[in-house]
């Protein structure tokens, strides 16, 4: 099980030196501080994280040949500034791999560590100690509890059972943690963010039922809270979607002739916000099936991030965006510029919600995660898991489901996409790329941004430099995500990029190291074009 990632390579985590073997292979020395050298990049522990024991592993360094020239590595792990272990391994290759053994009882309560080693030269001259890392440690051995609420995206349409994105998630965390994972599942095919009619009283715990409903966002919070209590379990993390069916994915997003949406920008503000209704909803008498006539107008997804905090152990929150928008083939312009736009819009509200609650709480416990940068191989060529364009079939679906009949939701709902199991893991895999939820749940994240661009406003066709320097050395290549849909894959930290169209256009980058790990930096704000 991995448990750190360094903004450089891999980091190390508890390392007591056992012994070094050296690992064959060529190592790239890519351009960095001298300082930053040995770099600890990787480091391997039991699946069961020490529960039952001492705290074994491996850790890997690499040391380039010549700075300085065939030196050993000296290492050091500290508790605040107390050394608890250190010591000398020769360097036989680029790359080293030291065995750890650390004891429960020489952790800190905090679990806070840091690690950083040095050059020690044949003739015993002692370089400075590179750059320091610190990670925390956590010998939790309890079951994580997660809890999913939200629309057919979240809840996984066309996925059986434990192939649903809740589950995939949780499989991740376990992979990540060394812990098993309970998944409480509320999420609903059909389901609106917050539907006001729902609970007219003002109470979420009182939704109204019955037949043909499908209960909000917030009523399934109120109800994973009433659980969560009786269960006598705190909440870890929630998994959180909702607002795409308060816009009508089938009519509204797409196409635009659902009342309200033609405005794509504001709609999403509205419904995905809570910001801008009118005191009618222009949608309710919709001959058709949409949510767009149950949703206007209520509150937005920085209420129920809150909502979500709150519930028993005030857990973490990620609101889980599962949408990719950039797919050509088979969509019309039109069409793909705005199913495009809903995907950058949505996005950025999320990203702002989660900023302004953990504003509010006065603490980092939200963050907003997607899967922009979960495809593979060249640009375009990613299976969208779910899009209501993507499919043919979809619309034909919603004709032959009567609107008042006794199936179920799911199939008066727009179920788009045949099941992607492979892709919807690939989502899991990536939301828990997120710097946040990696610090949160034991695999680090990177100290800084990782990168930095020339400007945060561009003209239409005006190159913007991106500068990948203070990811660090030992990077295999570098793999730019700049917000609009363009891909570009570089073995130079440095690119350049022309935006053809407004944003907001949020550039992520995913460096992969020498040991073929993956780690995930991205722009603190979207990049404005215009």
């Known amino acids: ?12 985590l508890l390392p007591a030196l056992v ?18 050298f040995p770099l600890i990049i990787d480091v391997s522990t039991p699946a069961d994280n020490g529960c039952n024991g001492p705290l074994r592993g491996t850790t890997a360094v690499y040391f380039p040949p010549g700075v300085p020239a065939r030196a050993d590595v000296e290492w050091r792990i500290l508790a605040g500034e107390q050394p608890i272990r250190t010591g000398i391994a020769p360097v036989n290759s680029d790359v080293v791999t030291i065995g750890f053994d650390l004891r429960n009882d020489e952790l800190p309560p905090d679990g806070l560590l840091r690690v950083d080693a040095r050059a020690r030269s044949s003739g015993g001259t002692v370089g400075e100690y590179g750059k320091p890392w610190n990670f925390r440690v956590s010998r939790d051995c309890r079951p994580l509890h997660v809890v999913s ?16 994105f809740a589950h995939l998630t949780a499989d991740a965390l376990t992979r990540q943690t060394g812990r098993t994972a309970q998944v409480h599942d509320y999420s609903a095919s059909g389901a609106a963010l917050d539907a006001p009619e729902m609970h007219p009283t003002g109470d979420d715990s009182l939704c109204a039922e019955g037949e043909g409903t499908t209960p909000d966002v917030f009523c399934q919070l109120a109800r994973a809270g009433s659980e969560a209590a009786s269960g006598g379990y705190d909440v870890d993390l929630v998994l959180l979607d909702g607002c795409i069916n308060d816009l009508d ?26 910001l801008g209704a009118e005191p009618v909803n222009p949608a309710a008498n919709l001959p058709y099936f949409s949510g767009a006539k149950l949703g206007y107008g209520g509150r937005g997804m920085q209420a129920a991030i809150g909502k979500a905090h709150a519930l028993p152990g005030g857990p973490k929150v990620m609101v889980a965006n599962y949408f990719y928008g950039f797919e050509t083939d088979n969509m019309p312009e039109t069409l793909l510029q705005r199913w495009s736009e809903f995907v950058r819009s949505s996005a950025e509200v999320f ?16 963050v907003a995660a997607d899967g922009l940068f979960a495809q593979g191989g060249k640009p375009g060529d990613a299976e969208l898991w ?22 179920p939701p799911q199939c008066r709902t727009v179920a788009a996409g045949d099941p992607d199991v492979e892709g919807a893991r690939r989502y899991a895999d990536a939301f828990l790329m997120n710097p946040k939820v990696r610090e949160w749940f034991g ?58 169209g407004r944003g907001p256009n949020l550039p992520r980058l995913v460096v992969t190291d020498m040991t073929g790990r993956r780690s995930l930096y991205e722009l603190d704000h979207p990049i404005t074009v215009g």
Not at 2 to 11: A, D, E, G, N
Not at 19 to 36: E, K, M, Q, R
Not at 485 to 492: A, C, L, N, Q, V
Request: proline share 7%; charged share 20%.
């Open 386 to 407: 779910m899009n209501p364009l993507g499919n043919e079939a979809a619309s034909l679906r919603l004709l032959a489901c009567p609107q008042l009949s006794e199936l």
């Open 249 to 274: 994915p089938l009519f509204g997003i797409p196409v635009g002739v659902t009342p309200g949406t033609q405005d794509l920008t504001a709609a999403v503000r509205r419904e995905c916000a809570g």
């Open 443 to 500: 695999d680090g994240g990177p100290a800084d941004g990782g990168f930095s661009v020339s400007s945060s406003t561009a003209a239409v066709g005006k190159d913007v430099s991106f500068d990948a320097a203070q990811a660090g050395g030992a990077i295999r290549h570098y793999e730019w995500y700049f917000g609009d849909g363009e891909r570009e894959i570089t073995t130079e930290p440095v690119v350049s990029h022309a935006y053809s």
């Open 19 to 36: 012994g070094a073997i050296a690992v064959v292979g060529p190592v790239p020395a890519s351009a960095g501080p001298t300082t930053d």
């Open 1 to 12: 099980m991995k448990l750190w990632r360094s903004p450089l390579c891999r980091v190390a």
């Open 149 to 164: 609420v939200g629309d057919s995206v979240m809840w996984g349409q066309g996925l059986d059972g434990d192939r649903k």
């Open 351 to 366: 990203r702002q919600a989660a900023m302004a609650a953990n504003s509010v709480a006065g603490e980092q416990f939200a």
